[in-house]
């Protein structure tokens, strides 16, 4: 600054008169009296001292703060480790369960080949998907073979007895006829003689029976009054097998 006031002096000397300086650079160079230079180098120095000038405000003032997502993290985590500890028993219980069907139906599979090879099975969602399209008392009929008993705990929705499909033997035997009992070997027992008595009846043998449709969720009704009900009498043998996701009732223990 203090050369630049030196050039306006010597300027002002020379014209012999006053300097009158605009407010601002623009007006400095539209004055008459003042070399191009000299406005020149005043918006030079103007420039540098509004860019030093920001540069110690901003630095004086502390940065703005963002808003911190750690404590919303936070709370999310807590969240998801809570329902993930509220899982982990009906997660071992699935898994528990799944492992529990496998080895029922292993064994299942075990006495077929011994006792009932020639006998076709069913599997639980199959025989669901035929109670869902109507089949069951229908085109299809469904044969409880367990004893009197284990049918007043429970029996599959549409299920007739032995009895009562002997004594209607020829009017079923030209429908397709599935049985089960309490794992599915004394209805391939009996499917075997069926086939044995009426050559080219269409059959099937519910593969793991009663214990399986626990499983896959098949409805349970009373024998007499057909109500739905959570009763099942598994024989005693296959309690160990069924679910443990399923509120049932083990009965005949």
């Known amino acids: ?21 605009p407010a601002d650079v ?19 120095r103007l420039s540098k001292i509004n860019v030093v000038s920001y540069e110690r ?18 709370d999310v985590n807590e969240k998801m480790s809570l329902l993930k500890k509220d899982d982990e028993p009906q997660l ?8 529990r069907r496998k080895v029922a139906l292993e064994k299942y599979a075990g006495l077929r080949a011994e006792f009932f090879p020639e006998v076709p099975d069913i599997s639980g969602e199959e025989l669901l998907d035929l109670m ?26 549409g299920a007739v007895t032995i009895e009562e499909f002997e004594a209607n033997a020829e009017y079923f035997k030209e429908k397709e006829i599935v049985a089960y009992c ?16 009426y050559p080219g009846i269409r059959v099937r043998n ?17 024998q007499k009054t057909q109500y739905p009900t959570n009763r099942i009498h598994p024989n005693g043998t296959w ?15």
């Open 182 to 197: 309490a794992i599915g070997r004394r209805s391939g027992m009996f499917l075997k003689k069926l086939m044995e008595r």
């Open 57 to 74: 405000a901003t630095q004086d003032q502390p940065p703005a703060s963002l808003p911190s997502d750690s404590n919303t993290e936070t």
């Open 92 to 99: 071992e219980q699935r898994q528990l369960d799944q492992e």
């Open 26 to 44: 623009e007006g400095m160079r539209t004055a008459e009296n003042i070399d191009s230079e000299v406005v020149t180098e005043v918006a030079a």
């Open 239 to 253: 309690v160990p097998y069924l679910p443990l996701t399923r509120n049932l009732q083990v009965v005949g223990t």
């Open 132 to 157: 869902k399209n109507d089949a069951v008392g229908n085109s299809v009929i469904l044969i409880d073979c367990r004893s009197e008993a284990e049918r007043q705990a429970s029996m599959y929705k």
């Open 1 to 21: 600054m203090v050369e630049l006031d030196v050039a306006l002096d010597q300027k002002q000397r020379k014209q012999g008169s006053p300097l009158n300086l």
């Open 206 to 222: 519910h593969a793991g029976s009663m214990v399986d449709w626990a499983h896959v969720g098949g409805p349970l009704v009373e």
